[in-house]
């Protein structure tokens, strides 16, 4: 409830956008989209994957390409945007309590990431790629570094 409560927020309050308005838009739409695309990009990965295994064929370690040579996590990131966008709806509208609900959102989304996180390094036929992916690409915000495969490649 405390996640949503900007929405609450955003939608009883009655008072004209201002600038900051216009930043939290950005972050809202940024968000969405990034998830939107991170969402298609592990969709469009599985599915491929569940093919491989069907057709008795190794699958692929890792996900790493499009947003994921980026970040681990870039589904998550965008989701944090989205909802540290809303927080700052509220904030701009005189409820500056409302970050408790995305802070709250974020250290969930936090503990989720580590699971995921370890899960990953369990499986065998991904774990050694994983570590490496782990060592070469952000968690979560990314600051364009490349992944270990397209390292590898602008070595050849």
């Keep these: ?28 739409l940024s968000g969405v989209t990034i998830a939107f695309y991170a969402d298609t990009e592990l969709h469009n990965f599985i599915t491929k994957n569940q093919k491989l295994q069907q057709l008795g064929q190794p699958m692929v370690p890792i996900l790493d390409k499009g947003l994921w040579c980026y970040s681990r996590h870039p589904n998550y990131l965008g989701e944090q945007l989205w909802w540290w966008g809303l927080a700052l709806f509220g904030w701009n509208l005189g409820q500056n309590w409302i970050f408790i609900g995305a802070l709250i959102n974020s250290m969930c989304l936090g503990y989720v990431t580590m699971l995921v996180e370890k899960k990953m390094v369990r499986q065998n036929y991904r774990a050694d790629a994983y570590k490496l992916y782990q060592r070469n690409t952000f968690v979560w915000i990314p600051w364009f570094n490349f992944s270990s495969n397209e390292k590898d490649k602008k070595k050849d």
């Design 1 to 28: 409830m405390g996640i949503c409560l900007p929405l609450y927020i955003v939608h009883s309050v009655d008072k004209p956008l201002i600038f900051l308005d216009f930043i939290a838009i950005s972050i809202c």
